[in-house]
């Protein structure tokens, strides 16, 4: 069984009651204001979805961020450090043999 608007509309009221009892204000709604405020909740929600996805693009790109500041320099210190030290032992080695030890 379809309704059509009206009929909708009233068995709408007939299932919600007010806190008050009145059913007037549901009843005083037609169709096209419920479908005027699904327009404008959906251009909200759609505001919305917009706004999201830019954060997390943010969220992204600052992750990437941090990678590339943080992350790969411990890369890379973890094969310059050793270098280094080998030198410096090296340099060491090299000045203490001349003393005699």
Known sequence: MELDGRAATQALARLVCCPN??????????TSSIEKELREQRELIEKIYVSAEK?????????????IVFVVPLIALAFVV???????????????????L
């Open 21 to 30: 009892g009145r059913r007037d204000t549901i009843l005083a709604m037609d």
């Open 55 to 67: 954060t997390r693009k943010y969220f992204l790109w600052t992750m990437w961020g941090t990678v």
């Open 82 to 100: 050793p270098y280094f030290m080998n030198t410096y032992v090296s340099q060491l080695s090299g000045a203490t043999s001349g003393l005699g």
